[in-house]
Every structure is written in structure tokens, then in C-alpha cells.
């Protein structure tokens, strides 16, 4: 501004800051607000009432004097402190800087705080220096609070509609979507920018639905719980309850606020609880199998249809009475405790078989499931039985077990060692004979086979992870023809056969064996005993071949002539066989003397047998004495046809014979052969062959004696042999 | 049949008729017949004490075996032959080296297993001298 002349100064105006300055004090307590003045260098120089009273203070003017403000303290609003020689006020001063409704917040003495609107100029002198500034404030506080008192209010309603828990939306006149809270947005799965702005028609799962709730608000109508389904991003159907209604402003529809309760889940499970409880009742009335209801007393609350066919009772009759009415008087009691120990709370829920008594009289069995309903503070509401007729699977099981008696009577009973096993080879049942044969009783875990110990039949053990029962296990198949011998723990032996099978079940999966062990000691021994008897059968037949070899020879050697060796060779040759004979039906044991002698002599008398007496105690004789015995009588008796007494018609014979001692060791049989009424008889020139055979056969064989005397009315012979007689 | 005068013969034998063609048969060889027992403790006693050359033993006694002889006579190292119904396997073998008649047998059999019997003593004696 250095063009601009200067006026000089009794020639300019007043400047605004003089004017002031020299402004009586009523001029600005005249002005409504608090008002003061700073000189060019800050200095505090006027102030009114106004200001006083805000700041609650009187700030000095002459020597004391204050800068920039009159207040206390200062602060920005937000509270941080501001020192005054940077307040709006020291800015205005130092810099010309105006300050329009500012706010700052001035603290009084006594610690108040006010909040205050500043309004700021400089105040320039001609030359445009300044001279000082000017502030006028207002105390805003009664404002601030209203003011912030607003802004909560409306953040708090801000709040509200953003988080409420509701889904709450605004709709346009046009049906476009203005707002929507989260609530909302969540339940349909929308974002905010998918939702808002487009027309609420396209969420809604029934045109029809939305069309008349459009029209009805358009109308002025409130909703209230108004039903509709919204269609949700993901497909989904959701079911709610709008309740809402118009923003009219001046009779106009501005637009609609709708509350939106999702009742989704209230509508499913309304849904799921309807179709269950008919469910319920369609498998009520359809099980197969008996239901009941029924109160802490048994009474019958409600049944189905199947429990009436299977108690023969209509429903009616049934709901008349209680479940015990048509149990069994000796079951009634376990029911009824069970019962009462469930309607207690005792028990949760009691499995029982008992019997029940139809309408026409018949017994049956029923399994019961009875469980309780209970309410939310766990009383006793009512009992659910579940009830099935049994009687023919009782009948069943009665029977499998009365067989499975019945088999386990037939294997104890069998004559033979029977055992079972399971899979594994562990026994798993044995008869008595089991035990018998093997001469113990099977420990609980013994392994494939009940006897002790096991041998082959060479003499080898054979360990009975071995034996056939295990190779029928292992392998899977029947053993046959095998035999062992089994050991008892006393040290005896048992040989058997064993038949070792495996058994399997329905679907061919083995599931364990049965073994039969058939002793066959007494086989065993038959067959020793045969062997030995043919070993003896054949000495003896060589024996006597070699007998019959002698016998030709000697026969032949001392024979007179032909005539006489046939006569004498035969009757030696029959007799032997006659003692054969007589010894083979007696098995080669003892033989009666007299069976013996009469076999011997009745062939060889012939027509003399009549005159033939025989007299004695009843004699057994071993095979050995019947033999030699034999050999003797049958010369005596040749000799006596030939030439003897029983060559006449008048001659007897008398063969007596006594014991002769105690029994026992030293007993002695003799015997006494007596020809009478022959011929005349002469004793022989020289000794012949058949005497030597006679004496050979009595002293050499039976250590006997033997004495042959001719007497001239007949022959008398002695024979004497030890015998062995068993003492009565 | 010099070879056999006077070879003094122990028999053995229960049943007489085989005794006694034995003893014929010895005989008629020039054998001497020193006894014919027909019971085990008794052809003991003799076996013991008698002067024997040569035994025939049947192997079955009267139902005994006849080895309590054998062994007598082995260790008296008597030669010695069985008669047997049985067959060789009959023989225990402590006796199996000894000739083995099988019954019957003939004349001539007994001869030859006689003339074994004493030949293969007579040369183990010989050689053990």
C-alpha cells in the first residue's frame, strides 16, 4: 500500500479499534455477548460483563494486566490444553487471522467448564497495520449437551436398527429396498450391496404373498406376524413373520419399516413334530408287534391293534383294565415290582418274559420292554411296554433245549468216549466214558484230546498237537482209520480208534469237532489170544503129524500082516481124532474122562458096547492127559475087541476109576481096567509095540505109572497118574 | 554111520510117540540115549549132570519153553538141535545159530541137522584149541 497516500491524522476517521477503546463501558455491556479487546500486542484492554461472567473472573487492566484472554484456562474441545499465546485470540493479534464460531472450552476458576463459540476480527488502523482485535463469544454449553445429547440418540437409534436382533428393512414407495440391518442381511445371507436398492418382489418366495402385503401398506394397513417366505442367497427357503407398517407424511406413503422374524426353525420343527406324531401313529398302528400305554397303576391308556389281536381282547375291554389283569398270577408280581421301581424313577426302562392269559383262555408268552415318559421335571407321566408274543419261539427254545437235554443224556449214556471241541482245539464237552477211558477228568483249557498221554501204536508218544483229532481240526476234515494207544495216569494202556470230525455251521464255517474213541483193548486181546491160538493150533497140528508119522512107522515095523496094521493103525489113528474132536469142541480146555472113555471105547467095542461099564467121579483133564489118555485106552480097548474080553459074546469090561489123596498137588487118579467072562487069556510070548506105546504114553508124558497084568479070566490094567484137582 | 557109535544123546520131548521115533531113529544111527525127558526140570537136572554128546530139545515142554536146558547145555557147551512145531522164528535169538528141525520131520532130516550140529562143534572146538 505504498501508493496510497496517508491522510494525516486529524484529518482521518476514527478507527474501529479507537472507536472502541473509547466506547464507554455501558456501549459494550450494551452488546448481547461476551465481548473484549487485546492492543496490537496482545494486551487484554477492554472487556464487558458478559465475558466477566463467563470467564468467572474480572481480569485487571492497568499495571496487572493479561494477555490474549481473560479466561483461566483454555482447551480445545476435544480437551487438550491451549496455552494463550496460541489461542484464535494471539493469532488475530500477531497474524490478522479471523476466527469464525470456533469453539474452545474455557475453564473458571472454580474448575467449570463452558463451552464457547469464538468469533474473531483484527482491527486495523488506516495504514492497514493492526491495531488490536476484537472477540466475541458465546457460551455454548446448554447447546453442547443438546447437541451430544443428539448425536447419542441417534447413534444409539443408529445402533438399534443396525444391530438389532430383528431383521428389520425399509422399503420405498416403490417397493425398492432402502435399508436393511445385518440382522436381515444375515438371515437371508446377503450382502448389503446385493440387497439394498433392489425391490423387495424379487426376495419373496410368493408373489401373490408380497403383492398383497405391498397393497395392504400402500393402503395404510399395519402387518402384524403377517406369514411369508423369503428366498435366501443360497437357495433356501426361509420362513418368517413381517410385521410392519407406513410412514405416511401429509397422507402420503413415504415408505414401510418391516420387522422380520425368522421363525424358520419354529416352522421345521412344527413341521417335524406334526409329521412325527403322525408317524408315530401310523407305526402304532401298523407295528406288528404289541404297544401299550399305561399309568403308574398298569392301567391301559391306549393300545394298538397289534396288542389286542395278541391278547384276543378288544380295545375297548383293554382300556377297561390294567396290564397285570392279563398277566399271569405267578408273574404278576416280578412285573409289578419292576413296575413301581420305574414309575419310581428307580429304573429307566425293564426287559421281562412272562406269561399272559388271552381271552379265550389260552396262555402265552410275551417279552416286555417297558420304558417311562417323563415330563420336564422328570415326573412320571406314563409307561410305553413294547410287547411281543414269544410262546412260539419259547416253545422253540423249550424244545432245542429239551433235545439239546436229550443229546447230551445220549452222549453221557454212549458206550463210547465222546468229546467235543471248539475251533481252537479247546474241549468244550466229554462223556463219562471219556473220562473212563482216559482215566481223568479234562482240566478247563486242555487242548485236542481228553486222554493223558498219547502213543502211536509202535510205542512212539505222539503229542497231541498231533494227534488226529488235531489234523482234523487243522485240516479241516474227517480222520478215519487211524489208531493210538492212550495212557491213563496210573501207567495202563488203552488202544482205540479215533474218529475225529469236524462240524461246521450253517454257512460251512468250521466251528469246532467231535471225537469218538472206541477202546478196542477187548480186540486187541482177541486178537493176541487168536494169534496164540494158531501159533498152538499149529504145533499141535505139527505135533501130531509128527505123532502119526511115528505111529505109521511103528505100527508098520511090529505089524503081523497088512490085515493086522490096518486094524491097529485105524483104531490109533480115530482115536487120536476122537480126542481131537472131543478137545476142539471144548476149545482145547479141560475134558470129562468120561465123555472121554466112552468116545474112546463105544466106537471101538461096537456091538459089545453095551457091555462096556464105565465108573467114576466126574474128572476134568487137561488136553495134554486127555491125549496120552487116549493113546493108552485105545490100545487096551483094541487089544480087549481083538483079543480080549469083547471078542466073545460074554466078556464085559469094567473102566472104574477114584481119586486117590486130598486135592490139590498131590492128588493121583487111578484108574482100573477090568476084562471078564473072555476067552481064556495067555499072556503074551513077547512085549509088544502097543504095550511099549501104553507105557510110554502114562509114565514118559503123564509121569504116571502104568500096570498091565493077563490074568487068565482077563486083563486088568492099573493106571496111575498125578493130577491137579482144584480143592472144593 | 560109525560117526555117531555111541554119541550120547540127551532127548527132550513131551509127547511119547515123537520121544519114541526119535529114539529109534538114534538108535539106528548107533546113538546112545542117555535120557528122553518130558518135563523141563527134570531134563535140567540131567543136562547138568549127565555125560552128553548131543541134544535134540523141543522147544515147547509140556507148556514150557525148553531154554533153561539150552542154556545149561550151552554153557556146558553140549551141541544141540530144536525140534520145533512152531518154525525157526520160534527160537530166541540167542539160539537162532543152533539147527532147527521142523515137525514133522523125517528120518533122514534129523540125521543131517545131527551130523551139522556135531560137525560145526567139533570145528569151533578144533579151532578154539
Known amino acids: 500500500m505504498s501508493n496510497v497516500e496517508e491522510f494525516p491524522i486529524e484529518a482521518r476517521r476514527t478507527t474501529e479499534y479507537e472507536a472502541l477503546m473509547s466506547a464507554a463501558s455501558s456501549v459494550l455491556n450494551a452488546i448481547p455477548g461476551a465481548v473484549y479487546l487485546c492492543d496490537h500486542e496482545g494486551w487484554l484492554v477492554r472487556y464487558n460483563d458478559d465475558a466477566a461472567r463467563i470467564w468467572g473472573r474480572t481480569p485487571a487492566l492497568g499495571v496487572e494486566r493479561e494477555r490474549f484472554c481473560g479466561s483461566h484456562a483454555l482447551f480445545l474441545p476435544d480437551g487438550t490444553p491451549l496455552a494463550h499465546d496460541v489461542c484464535p485470540m494471539a493469532k488475530a493479534v500477531y497474524e490478522g487471522a479471523e476466527a469464525h464460531n470456533t469453539e474452545v472450552v474455557i475453564e473458571r476458576p472454580d474448575g467449570s467448564r463452558r463451552t464457547v463459540l469464538v468469533n474473531i476480527r483484527a482491527l486495523k488502523g488506516p495504514k492497514g497495520e493492526i491495531q488490536g482485535a476484537i472477540n466475541c463469544f458465546q457460551d455454548i454449553s446448554s447447546q453442547k449437551v443438546m447437541e451430544e445429547e443428539l448425536r447419542h440418540k441417534n447413534a444409539d437409534l443408529e445402533d438399534f436398527f443396525e444391530n438389532s436382533a430383528i431383521a428389520l428393512h425399509i422399503v420405498g414407495r416403490d417397493g425398492i429396498i432402502l435399508r436393511a440391518n445385518k440382522a436381515e442381511l444375515e438371515l437371508l445371507g446377503y450382502t448389503a450391496q446385493e440387497y439394498i436398492g433392489r425391490h423387495i418382489a424379487e426376495f419373496h418366495a410368493d408373489a401373490e404373498v408380497i403383492g398383497n402385503i405391498l397393497s395392504r401398506l400402500g393402503r395404510g394397513e399395519r402387518l402384524d406376524r403377517y406369514p411369508a417366505r423369503l428366498r435366501a442367497k443360497d437357495g433356501s427357503i426361509r420362513h418368517v413373520l413381517i410385521t410392519s407398517n407406513s410412514r405416511l407424511e401429509d397422507g402420503e406413503f413415504v415408505n414401510t419399516r418391516c420387522f422380520t422374524t425368522d421363525v424358520t426353525n419354529l416352522h421345521e420343527a412344527e413341521v417335524g413334530r406334526r409329521e412325527s406324531e403322525e408317524r408315530l401313529a401310523a407305526t402304532y398302528e401298523a407295528a406288528t408287534i404289541g404297544i401299550a400305554e399305561a399309568d403308574a397303576s398298569g392301567r391301559l391308556l391306549r393300545v394298538n391293534d397289534a396288542l389286542c389281536r395278541m391278547l384276543g381282547l378288544s380295545r375297548d375291554k383293554l382300556l377297561t383294565m390294567s396290564f397285570y389283569d392279563y398277566t399271569h398270577k405267578d408273574d404278576r408280581e416280578r412285573d409289578a415290582a419292576s413296575y413301581a421301581r420305574q414309575t419310581r424313577g428307580e429304573l429307566d426302562s425293564y426287559v421281562l418274559r412272562k406269561r399272559a392269559t388271552r381271552g379265550d383262555g389260552r396262555t402265552i408268552y410275551l417279552d416286555i420292554h417297558s420304558s417311562s415318559v417323563r415330563g420336564e421335571d422328570g415326573e412320571f407321566r406314563y409307561g410305553v411296554r413294547v410287547i411281543q408274543d414269544v410262546t412260539a419261539v419259547k416253545q422253540m427254545e423249550d424244545q432245542i433245549r429239551s433235545s439239546e437235554q436229550h443229546l447230551r443224556v445220549l452222549l453221557e449214556a454212549l458206550p463210547a468216549a465222546v468229546y467235543t471241541t471248539d475251533a481252537e482245539g479247546r474241549i468244550t464237552f466229554y462223556n463219562k466214558a471219556a473220562v473212563e477211558m482216559s482215566g481223568r477228568t479234562p482240566e478247563p483249557g486242555d487242548m485236542w484230546c481228553v486222554t493223558w498221554r498219547l502213543f502211536n501204536t509202535d510205542g512212539t508218544p505222539l503229542p497231541h498237537d498231533q494227534c488226529p483229532m488235531a489234523i482234523a481240526l487243522k485240516e479241516n476234515r474227517p480222520v478215519r482209520g487211524a489208531e493210538a494207544v492212550a495212557e491213563r495216569p496210573d501207567g495202563t494202556r488203552v488202544p482205540f480208534i479215533p474218529y475225529p470230525t469236524p462240524l461246521h455251521d450253517e454257512e460251512g464255517n468250521l466251528v469246532g469237532a467231535v471225537n469218538m474213541l472206541v477202546d478196542i483193548t477187548e480186540r486187541k486181546q482177541a486178537e493176541s489170544r487168536q494169534k496164540t491160538l494158531i501159533d498152538e493150533l499149529n504145533h499141535r497140528v505139527k505135533n501130531t503129524l509128527a505123532t502119526v508119522r511115528s505111529l505109521t512107522a511103528q505100527t508098520i515095523r511090529h505089524a503081523d500082516n497088512l490085515d493086522d496094521f490096518l486094524v491097529r493103525f485105524e483104531a490109533r489113528l480115530l482115536a487120536l481124532a476122537r480126542a481131537h474132536d472131543l478137545l476142539t469142541r471144548r476149545h482145547w480146555e479141560d475134558a470129562p474122562l468120561e465123555s472121554l472113555a466112552r468116545d474112546v471105547l463105544t466106537p471101538l467095542a461096537g456091538e459089545a458096547a453095551g457091555r462096556v461099564m464105565l465108573n467114576g467121579p466126574s474128572i476134568e483133564l487137561t488136553s495134554r492127559e486127555a491125549l496120552s489118555l487116549t493113546m493108552a485106552l485105545a490100545e487096551l480097548g483094541t487089544n480087549a475087541i481083538k483079543y480080549g474080553a469083547l471078542s466073545s459074546e460074554t466078556g464085559s469090561l469094567t473102566l472104574n476109576w477114584h481119586l486117590q489123596g486130598a486135592a490139590g498137588s498131590h492128588s493121583r487118579l487111578i484108574l482100573e481096567w477090568q476084562e471078564r467072562g473072555g476067552p481064556v487069556v495067555k499072556p503074551p510070548t513077547r512085549r509088544g509095540f502097543g504095550t511099549r506105546l501104553m507105557e510110554g504114553c502114562i509114565e514118559h508124558d503123564l509121569r504116571g505109572e502104568f500096570d498091565l497084568v493077563f490074568y487068565p479070566e482077563g486083563v486088568f490094567c492099573s493106571i496111575s497118574i498125578p493130577i491137579w484137582v482144584e480143592p472144593a | ?129
Open chain 2, 1 to 129: 554111520m560109525t560117526v555117531f557109535t555111541d554119541v550120547k544123546v540127551l532127548i527132550v520131548e513131551d509127547e511119547f510117540t515123537v520121544a519114541m521115533m526119535i529114539e529109534d531113529a538114534l538108535a539106528e544111527l548107533g546113538c546112545r540115549i542117555v535120557s528122553s525127558s518130558s518135563r523141563v526140570p527134570h531134563a535140567c537136572e540131567i543136562a547138568e549132570t549127565a555125560d552128553i554128546d548131543v541134544a535134540v530139545l523141543d522147544v515147547n515142554v509140556a507148556g514150557q519153553p525148553v531154554f533153561p536146558v539150552a542154556e545149561i547145555l550151552r554153557r556146558r557147551r553140549v551141541p544141540m538141535l530144536f525140534s520145533t512145531g512152531y518154525g525157526v522164528a520160534a527160537l530166541p535169538p540167542a539160539f537162532s545159530s543152533h539147527p532147527v528141525l521142523s515137525k514133522p520131520f523125517s528120518d533122514r532130516e534129523l540125521q543131517q541137522a545131527l551130523t551139522l550140529c556135531i560137525t560145526a562143534n567139533s570145528a569151533a572146538n578144533a579151532g578154539g584149541v
